[in-house]
């Protein structure tokens, strides 16, 4: 009898678990605002116009790669979709997993996204990795994948995406041809040799040189944070933007102020003595097409690249703006969420500027603070940190922003009420918290809220209406830049994936407030309604 009761027993237990594992969310693709992606590109010549249609064909290679980073092959899950509504959300999730809901499964018989997405075998463990003797492993532009023998082994892009690779290569090489801006062209040129032998620095350091063009594209495998195994494997992604010159020349002057703002950063000198390359430049554009990774999920609306840290160093970075996806968050988005969430009293000072300073600020931020550990042996803050680096450097983006911005606005350089800038912030919480925990961005957030909760920077009344204090915010972002700062330059794994695991988890308040919005209808993010017939091509 003890038997069969321990057997019965073992059968719950693991249909309980089968059940779990399966019971998909649904499939809401209404959480997402259709947006379109377009703008005025009379002032482009002919041979521009025709170098973007090499662009669409190339980033729409981008968009299949990422499909097999990500997933695997989609015509798999494609052929069992047959509801209209479950292949919208395919496409926006580029898989079978919410990416706004932890990654879970809104398709029946799949379980929770693997960490490693298909970078990794699904069965590999983490030990295994550990005992692979490959010192290409850790590569951003490596798979790992098994031979006949079932031992790991290790697969560059340029060999496993080969055929792919060398196709969008061409249409860079013929779009190359065409470009009237020498420095487009031999960006574009170094550009396609950086897809097909996954050599990316050379391209990187000829962006940088790359400002005066009237279009930008930006392509390759670049941003790592679908490993959220290890942090190691970079995405297949593409943007293609069309530059806003008037935007771009009130801006840019802001470049000039880094290098000094470095030295000034709320922390001791140790922590702040890198130099990042100061021929940086801050330009604004409108995005025509994404595809890809930026284009999974939530989406990006700035940019701050090369990632390279030696090039960060030598060169800087660029800080781009993509002023019409912004524009589409802040409208549709971040200001219903104030009404609900933020006190009448403080209301009116949730403003597009500030929006778009923030974000701005955010992408500068990224190429500031330090970028190598200051231990006995260093290495890369992103190696160092490995899965909590995203989170964390996600962190200090958002707060050592808000930190720039509050030192400019105090010399002069920003107009308008400091205020702004903190209470379109604390709104922007809300916003990018509904991201959930499976992103970084969304658990960068909800550290910060935390942080600033359990320190009073703000107050909440029983309407559900947030009033934060100025002054002691002011305080509590630079405190807490000090200690993202610290944790970096220490290269401290420990104290990084601790703060990540207790506090990048919605707190109950937080949630409550979350549903609120939720239940308002209020879009999460945009999707984009995009390609050539949007611009006439």
């Given at each position: 009898m003890k038997k069969i009761h321990l057997l019965l027993i073992l059968m719950v237990l693991f249909f309980t678990m089968a059940f779990v594992a399966d019971d998909p969310v649904k499939a809401d693709p209404e959480k997402y605002m259709t947006f379109t992606l377009t703008t005025n590109i009379d002032h482009l010549s002919d041979n521009e116009k025709s170098m973007l249609v090499h662009f669409f064909k190339a980033a729409a290679i981008m968009d299949d790669l990422f499909w097999q980073q990500a997933y695997g092959d989609k015509e798999d899950l494609f052929s069992t979709l047959k509801d209209k509504e479950e292949i919208v959300f395919a496409e926006i999730n580029y898989g079978p997993?919410?990416?706004?809901?932890?990654?879970?499964p809104w398709k029946k018989g799949y379980g929770k996204k693997p960490a490693g997405a298909n970078f990794y075998p699904a069965d590999m463990t983490v030990k295994e990795f550990e005992n692979l003797n490959d010192d290409t492993k850790k590569s951003l532009y490596t798979l790992i994948r098994r031979d006949k023998k079932n031992n790991l082994i290790v697969v560059p892009y340029h060999v496993a995406y080969k055929v792919q690779l060398e196709a969008a290569a061409n249409h860079l090489r013929k779009a190359a041809k065409l470009a009237e801006n020498e420095a487009l062209a031999n960006y574009l040129n170094l550009r396609a040799r950086a897809l097909v032998t996954d050599e990316y620095q050379p391209s990187d350091f000829a962006w940088m040189d790359m400002k005066d063009a009237n279009i930008d594209f930006v392509i390759g495998a670049i941003e790592n944070y679908e490993d959220a195994l290890f942090g190691y494997k970079a995405a297949y992604e593409a943007f293609i933007?069309?530059?806003d010159i008037e935007w771009s020349e009130k801006l840019n002057r802001f470049a000039e102020f880094l290098p000094e703002l470095q030295t000034q950063l709320p922390v001791i000198e140790e922590y702040k003595s890198e130099v990042p390359g100061s021929d940086a430049d801050i330009n604004v554009y409108d995005a025509v097409y994404y595809a890809g990774d930026c284009n999974a999920g939530s989406k990006t609306i700035a940019i701050n690249l090369p990632n390279d840290e030696e090039v960060q160093l030598k060169k800087g970075s660029r800080k781009l703006q993509l002023k019409n996806a912004m524009h589409a968050k802040f409208t549709h988005i971040l200001e219903p969420i104030a009404e609900i969430v933020i006190h009448p009293e403080?209301?009116?000072?949730?403003?597009?500027?500030?929006?778009?300073?923030?974000?701005m600020f955010h992408e500068i931020a990224h190429g500031m603070g330090i970028k190598n550990t200051i231990t006995d042996e260093p290495t890369s803050v992103r190696k160092a940190l490995k899965e909590a680096y995203s989170p964390i450097e996600e962190g200090k983006a958002d707060i050592l922003g808000l930190w720039l911005v509050t030192q400019l606005h105090d010399r002069g350089e920003l107009e308008g009420d400091l205020m702004d800038?903190?209470?379109?912030f604390m709104a922007g919480i809300f916003r990018s918290s509904r991201f959930g925990a499976s992103s970084s961005h969304g658990k960068a957030n909800m550290m910060r809220f935390q942080y600033f909760m359990e320190n009073e920077a703000f107050t909440r009344d029983d309407e559900g209406f947030y009033l934060i204090n100025l002054e002691i915010m002011k305080e509590l972002t630079a405190s807490l830049a000090n200690k993202i700062l610290v944790i970096q330059g220490n290269g401290d794994y420990e104290a990084a994936a601790k703060w990540v695991k207790t506090k990048g988890v919605v707190p109950e308040i937080l949630q409550h407030d979350?549903?609120?919005?939720n239940e308002a209808q209020i879009p999460v993010d945009i999707v984009f309604s995009q390609g050539p017939k949007k611009l006439g091509l």
């Open positions: 997993w919410d990416r706004l809901s932890g990654n879970r933007l069309i530059k403080q209301r009116d000072h949730v403003t597009f500027d500030a929006f778009f300073s923030n974000t800038y903190y209470v379109t979350l549903n609120r919005i």
